[in-house]
């Protein structure tokens, strides 16, 4: 059977089926029993000769290939942060495409969570369904997942500076002064249940500025060798163990609290306001 070409990069050259699944094995830490997927699909220009579905149904095949006991994926809404109802079988994730096409695979399960859903396949269902009204605290996804061994974060055509959001759950852990519980309330919908319902997320003031040292970040994890990076086509793909990953941000943030934002936090100043708006992003 012929090779499948999913991408065609800036060179004229394709990206192959068996060439993201090379890229996936390379990047696989041994013993990884949960997968942690942020995506962003920056390899090249997706085939027009074949059709989107198709396109992501194999790229969740060189995934699901891996055999990987658990795979979780962000299927984020913020939809009470906007002023939205949650639907947790319809509302689409804002997570990209290959993150709402797993989201509707049979058998996967996605958290109760109005804000930051989690979609879940495989064995570790109690990370999804075993969790209470703090989306990146106590209780949540996150926490649940920070007790878990062998853990691996996958980042595809995206990077750990850019959407790592794990970090916030340490911030919320070291409770940093710049981010502060904010309460959303709104209306979940489940099958034929509709009921009001209030989340509470570990928000930054409006006024304070984050900065670009997650791309430090990054380059500490890349430059001790807890990064492992390959590129592909136009972009780049990266995983991490979440250990090694939080045992360097905890170190950063032990030597300056104020390290991943602009200037030094000073509480007299912060603004708490908050004005419903669509979020991609904490």
Do not use: W
């Amino acid at each position: 059977m012929n090779d499948i070409l999913l991408f065609k990069t800036a060179d004229q050259r394709y990206i192959s089926k068996s060439d993201f699944s090379r890229m996936l094995e390379d990047l696989l830490i041994p013993q990884t029993e949960i997968l942690f997927l942020h995506t962003g699909m920056n390899f090249g220009l997706p085939n027009p000769a074949i059709k989107r579905v198709e396109l992501l149904q194999h790229l969740y095949e060189a995934i699901a290939a891996l055999r990987v006991p658990t795979l979780c994926a962000p299927t984020f809404t913020f939809s009470y942060c906007a002023g939205h109802d949650f639907d947790v079988q319809n509302t689409r994730s804002r997570m990209g495409a290959l993150n709402e096409y797993i989201r509707q695979l049979p058998g996967a399960i996605r958290s109760v969570d109005p804000l930051l859903s989690v979609t879940l396949l495989g064995r570790h269902t109690d990370l999804v369904t075993d969790i209470g009204k703090y989306s990146i605290g106590e209780n949540s996804f996150y926490h649940n997942l920070s007790k878990q061994q062998n853990v691996t974060f996958l980042f595809l055509g995206t990077e750990v500076g850019a959407c790592f959001t794990y970090m916030h759950f340490l911030e919320e852990r070291a409770k940093v002064p710049y981010r502060y519980n904010r309460e959303f309330t709104g209306n979940t919908i489940d099958g034929g249940t509709q009921y009001r319902d209030t989340y509470t997320l570990f928000v930054r003031y409006r006024n304070v500025i984050p900065n670009n040292r997650s791309f430090d970040y990054q380059e500490k994890l890349k430059v001790a060798g807890y990064l492992h990076v390959r590129k592909l086509g136009d972009g780049s793909a990266m995983s991490v163990d979440k250990d090694v990953a939080s045992a360097v941000f905890n170190e950063l943030l032990e030597r300056d609290p104020n390290h991943f934002i602009t200037g030094s936090f000073d509480p007299s100043t912060a603004d708490a306001t908050f004005e419903l708006h669509e979020m991609v992003a904490l």
